[in-house]
């Protein structure tokens, strides 16, 4: 079976995109693990498949996965990327509605900058200790959209963020789900930096939307930062947060950020028997599965 694809990224967390509003193609987990593998694959962060949305919703909706297979509810990346996608196959204008898993976005687009309206954050919770080994460490957390550690720390250079990330991420406090875990350094009032160990890539990613999100929230209650708020992500763009609120709430949350076409191509997979939609993954097989037959960039959109 031969599928066309879209490789996009948003601030260097990048992904592929897939049209199925016809809704033939259901991937199995060991599918997207191996679509998403840099040597075996196309190489991403996650996948995203474009589908109709469900009745009296939006027009638009996506499943979207990691890269290791597993379903998540939101990515605000993902979203900003997701809304440029449908804007390009539809035409539609420059205000952009579809469904998550989190609830229904609002995306207003100008060219490659797009800004997304996300769902509003819960579950705050702050100045908590986690004991890890020898060492307590202050932790702090909110979902936005998916659920979020925050660390402030005073170089984020100098982070073990695969080792920390990995142990926190898996920590008992935050289970059974586990969380992302995002290390946040103050660079100024209203500036800061985070480098985000993501779920579900299990490891560093240049941007993380939501971790963004959370780690600029979690800075404007703990340390009296005023919106928008902007943040230096490790692939080195800014993004902005803005929202509104008082006290332990937080409305009409924002993030604004690049979206941009990487290639289009075509891509080989190999049939799979009983291969449905969600499947748990499966490690990545040690022979090329899929064959780029075409590739070629995009024309500015």
């Known amino acids: 079976m031969v599928v066309r694809f879209t490789k996009m990224n948003g601030a260097g967390n990048d992904f592929v995109l897939i049209d199925n509003r016809d809704g033939r193609l259901c991937l199995s987990g060991d599918q997207v693990v191996r679509l998403c593998h840099r040597q075996r694959g196309i190489g991403a962060d ?13 027009e638009w909706a996506w499943d979207f996965f990691n890269s290791d297979g597993s379903r998540a509810a939101m990515c605000g990346n993902g979203a900003r990327c997701f809304a440029r996608f449908v ?6 204008g ?6 998550t898993g989190a609830g229904l976005i609002t995306a207003e687009l100008d060219q490659d900058m797009v800004t997304v309206d996300l769902t509003s954050p819960h579950a705050l919770r702050l100045n908590q200790p986690l004991r890890l080994g020898e060492q307590t460490l202050t932790v702090h957390s909110i979902n936005t959209g998916v659920p979020h550690a925050v660390l402030f720390v005073p170089d984020a250079d100098r982070c073990a963020v695969g080792r920390l990330g990995s142990q926190i991420r898996s920590h008992p406090f935050f289970a059974p789900d586990g969380a992302n875990v995002n290390f946040v350094e103050l660079l100024a009032p209203g500036r800061i930096r985070v480098r985000t160990y993501e779920r579900g890539v299990e490891g560093e990613t240049l941007a993380c939307g939501t971790g963004v999100t959370a780690s600029a929230l979690i800075a404007a209650r703990l340390h009296g930062f005023k919106p928008p708020i902007d943040v230096r992500v490790q ?4 993004l902005q947060v803005s929202f ?7 409305d009409r949350v924002r993030l604004k950020g690049p979206a941009e076409f990487v290639f289009e191509g075509q891509i080989e997979l190999e049939p799979q ?10 490690p990545p097989s040690s022979r090329p599965f899929a064959e780029v037959r075409s590739m070629k960039a995009p024309s500015p959109g």
Do not use: M
Not at 94 to 99: E, G, I, K, L, N
């Open 87 to 92: 804007q390009r196959l539809t035409g539609a």
């Open 94 to 99: 420059r205000t952009v509605r579809f469904a």
């Open 244 to 250: 509104s609120g008082t006290g332990e709430s937080f």
């Open 235 to 238: 692939g080195g763009d800014w």
């Open 273 to 282: 028997e009983n291969a449905s939609c969600g499947l748990e993954p499966t």
């Open 46 to 58: 996650g996948l995203l498949l474009l589908v109709p949305g469900p009745a009296g919703s939006a």
